[in-house]
């Protein structure tokens, strides 16, 4: 028996009669011989791991653009956080623990630079529109590997595109995924807002601290622990009603106090300005982008606009910045 083999065998022997097992994958876009040694959601995370979309999210905003600082969050720690988080309640559910992460990792492989500024911007200049979640399949289908795409599995596929509130996964960890990338950026955008001077502990309100606690460790702690205990045994995942009323009242709250707060995101005009501006440039100069990606016209009948977006969309903060500095900012002249 491979090794590959015993690891299947011991998912359907330990993991929850709920868990999405190994080898009952629905498969991967092109069929492809199985590896030896790691389940196929193994495989998954480790490929979204060595991706090039993956080491760009390390210069990618999450909330706050260019901060001055080095402990801000950016998207690849959120990607680590939320991962961790599902790690974390995919074990204590006896879940897949393999397949959480792989989708908790690349939840976010097509997020824009300058976050849902640079999201926004280019869903309003695209006639086809643009969303990360969207984005994010579209990058592990056919942009990465130069075009080739990753060829995940289904599951994986699912929990990344539906990860967002308005979608949900058809497997249990991919609903754990969905409900940890809630817990992350609550949890560490408020830190931020904190260390920003944005927020005080004591802005929240009382009433929410009442239900999950009064600092930001204790209501991580207590959403992971609520989250556990509510759907443990129980083939959905779910909080309890008082936690899940708090959770969406602090949502609220942060949208309020941080996500439309106009100190915090003084900057994010310019940032849409400015993605805005690289969209019009590239649309009208398609021969300086790749060759993969122009290819795609021809080869799919893919639309200018989006194979524009995905060139864009695809930066980091810094190269989008470049850019616009090289194409748009005159220079000195030097004789």
Not at 94 to 121: K, Q, S, V, W
Not at 205 to 231: A, N, Q, Y
Not at 294 to 303: C, F, I, L, S, V
Request: glycine share 6%; hydrophobic share 35%.
């Amino acid at each position: 028996m491979l090794i590959r083999e015993k690891m299947e065998q011991w998912e359907k022997e330990y993991l929850s009669p709920y868990a999405s097992l190994s080898m009952n994958s629905r498969g991967r876009l092109r069929e492809e011989e199985q590896c030896d040694i790691r389940p196929v959601y193994q495989r998954d995370r480790d490929r979204i791991l060595h991706s090039k979309a993956f080491r760009r999210l390390k210069d990618k905003t999450q909330v706050f653009l260019t901060p001055e600082g080095d402990h801000y969050r950016t998207r690849l720690t959120h990607t680590l956080e939320v991962s961790q988080n599902a790690r974390t309640i995919a074990k204590a559910l006896r879940m897949n623990e393999d397949l959480a992460e792989a989708i908790a990792l690349g939840h976010d492989l097509g997020h824009t630079p300058f976050g849902h500024a640079g999201e926004r911007a280019l869903d309003r200049v695209c006639p086809y529109g643009f969303c990360h979640s969207e984005q994010s399949v579209r990058t592990v289908d056919c942009l990465e590997k130069d075009g080739q795409g990753l060829n995940l599995t289904e599951e994986v596929r699912d929990g990344i595109r539906n990860h967002q509130t308005k979608g949900m996964p058809f497997t249990l960890e991919g609903k754990i995924v969905r409900f940890s990338d809630k817990i992350a950026y609550i949890h560490h955008d408020m830190d931020d807002a904190i260390r920003g001077g944005i927020l005080k502990e004591s802005d929240v309100p009382g009433e929410i601290g009442e239900v999950i606690g009064k600092t930001t460790g204790e209501r991580l702690d207590h959403f992971i622990h609520d989250l556990v205990t509510t759907s443990y045994d129980r083939d959905d995942i779910m909080m309890s009603p008082p936690v899940a009323e708090a959770m969406k009242k602090l949502r609220e709250f942060m949208f309020e106090r941080v996500y439309k707060n106009k100190e915090a995101k003084s900057e994010e005009k310019k940032a849409e300005m400015l993605m805005e501006s690289l969209y019009e440039y590239y649309l009208r100069h398609m021969e300086l982008l790749p060759g993969h990606l122009t290819a795609r016209m021809e080869e799919y009948g893919e639309p200018a606009q989006i194979i524009v977006c995905d060139f864009i969309g695809a930066m980091t903060d810094r190269f989008a910045i470049a850019k616009y500095e090289e194409l748009f900012i005159p220079k000195s002249w030097h004789y």
